[in-house]
C-alpha cells in the first residue's frame, strides 16, 4: 500500500525573531481557519492546526514539532478602499458595512473590505468614493475573537 508522507504540521505561534524556515501566502478566509491544509511558496505542503477563532496576520510565524518555522503572508485579494477627511462619514459607512457583518480592515482615515459592487454601491450613496484595490486583507478580529473579553454576568440584574 502506498501511504502519503506524514506533511509537516505547524501548531503554535513563536516569537518575532526566529528565522523562516518556510513561507506561505494565505486569503483573509484561509487565514482564519483553525485546521488547513497548504502549499508553500515553494510547492511543499504543510499542516496548521491551531486555536479556532485567532486570525493568523502577514508575517505570523509558526512552528511545531519538527522546529522548522513557518512564515505566514497576507495573499494579495480585490479590495474595496473607501478614503475620506470626514471621520463621521467613515464612521457611518463602518456602520453600514457592519450591520452587515462585513469584514472590514480600518486604517487612519480609510476603510477596506472585501470587493462587491452591491456594496460598492451602497458606499457610494453615502456620499463616499470608493477605489478598487489589490492588496493583503487584515480584517479586524472582532470583540469577540479568542482572547477578546466580555465584561458582564450572564443572567445578571440589570441596575434600575
Known amino acids: 500500500m502506498n501511504r502519503r508522507p506524514e506533511l509537516p504540521v ?7 525573531s526566529a528565522v523562516p524556515d518556510l513561507s506561505v501566502t494565505l ?3 484561509q487565514r482564519g481557519k483553525g485546521r488547513l491544509r497548504a502549499r508553500c511558496d515553494d510547492g511543499r505542503e504543510v499542516a496548521l492546526i491551531l486555536e479556532r477563532g485567532r486570525i493568523l496576520r502577514g508575517g505570523t510565524l509558526l512552528t511545531g514539532p519538527s522546529g522548522q518555522v513557518l512564515r505566514v503572508e497576507a495573499a494579495p485579494e480585490r479590495l474595496s478602499e473607501v478614503r475620506s477627511d470626514d471621520p463621521r462619514r467613515l464612521a457611518r459607512a463602518a456602520w453600514h458595512l457592519g450591520n ?4 472590514l480592515q480600518m486604517g487612519e482615515g480609510w476603510l477596506r473590505y472585501l470587493s462587491d459592487h452591491v456594496l460598492d454601491g ?7 468614493e470608493v477605489r478598487p484595490l489589490e ?3 487584515e480584517p479586524e ?3 469577540w475573537a479568542a482572547g477578546a473579553h466580555h465584561h458582564h454576568e450572564h443572567g445578571a440584574s440589570l441596575p434600575g
Not at 10 to 16: A, L, N, V, Y
Not at 100 to 103: D, K, M
Request: charge should be positive; proline fraction near 0%.
Open 100 to 103: 452587515r457583518h462585513v469584514a
Open 10 to 16: 505547524f501548531d503554535r505561534r513563536t516569537g518575532g
Open 122 to 128: 451602497m458606499v457610494r450613496g453615502l456620499g463616499l
Open 141 to 143: 478580529s472582532g470583540a
Open 27 to 29: 486569503s483573509s478566509e
Open 135 to 137: 492588496a493583503g486583507f
